[in-house]
């Protein structure tokens, strides 16, 4: 199993503060995804990047994925009480049938 | 109404006892998968099935045990639950087509506890 180190693991901040959560492995992968996951309900997919280098814009939400391809950011600019859950980033290895291996999670607390 | 749905939502049961957790789902997806859920530990694939007559084990396996009864359906059972089987279980599904995406859609989980 290719790890996936996600960091940190808990991340306490006031509305309007700016964050940022890592997801580090030695493996490359085909892509990497970014789950959200609210308490009593399953993950549901932010968004995948598929290039090294590659970065994606979901409103306040910003996704790079490492050149290398064996390393991703989440980037939320000026959060929101809304944006409180648990983040999880999981990689993509064509070679094992596509099956995700998914990080520990960054559970995220925003406060007004 | 939900594209994958898992029951039950809650079980409490005692060690030795078997239990079985549901999933179906509408979406027409070929791919389904099973996880656990414990703090701190992020999701681990108990078992994953690209269609009927194909399941595979993932990294946690032992003690479980899968089932695809349909393309819609696939239960996991725990032929003789343990304490340490005590956390939240999660349906996915994902489409064969996405391919190397493998966007996953997951339901909203069972939280089983074993005494």
């Known amino acids: 199993t290719q790890l996936l180190e996600q960091s940190p693991q808990f991340l306490s901040i006031q509305e309007g503060e700016n964050l940022t959560v890592y997801c580090n492995s030695s493996?490359?992968?085909?892509?990497l995804q970014w789950y959200r996951q609210e308490p009593g309900e399953g993950p549901v997919l932010l968004v995948t990047?598929?290039?090294?280098?590659e970065v994606k814009k979901l409103k306040r939400l910003t996704f790079q994925f490492g050149d290398a391809r064996k390393d991703s950011s989440l980037h939320i600019t000026a959060a929101q009480p809304g944006d409180t859950g648990l983040y999880l980033c999981?990689?993509?290895?064509?070679?094992?049938?596509?099956?995700?291996?998914f990080g520990k999670g960054t559970s995220l607390l925003v406060t007004p | 109404d939900a594209d994958v749905t898992q029951t039950p939502r809650n079980r409490i049961t005692k060690t030795g006892k078997r239990i079985m957790l549901e999933c179906s789902q509408t979406k027409g997806h070929d791919r389904m998968y099973w996880y656990r859920q414990d703090p701190g530990l992020g999701l681990r694939l108990i078992y994953y099935s690209f269609d009927v007559k194909d399941i595979n084990k993932g990294e946690i396996s032992d003690g479980y045990s899968v089932s695809r009864q349909a393309q819609a359906k696939f239960s996991l059972s725990l032929e003789s639950a343990i304490p340490n089987q005590t956390a939240l279980y999660f349906c996915?599904?994902?489409?064969?087509?996405?391919?190397?995406?493998?966007?996953?859609?997951f339901g909203p989980g069972t939280r089983l506890t074993v005494l």
């Open positions: 999981a990689g993509v290895h064509r070679d094992s049938g596509y099956a995700l291996n």
């Open positions: 996915a599904t994902s489409d064969l087509v996405s391919g190397s995406f493998n966007e996953q859609f």
């Open positions: 990047v598929v290039t090294g280098g």
């Open positions: 493996s490359v992968f085909s892509s």
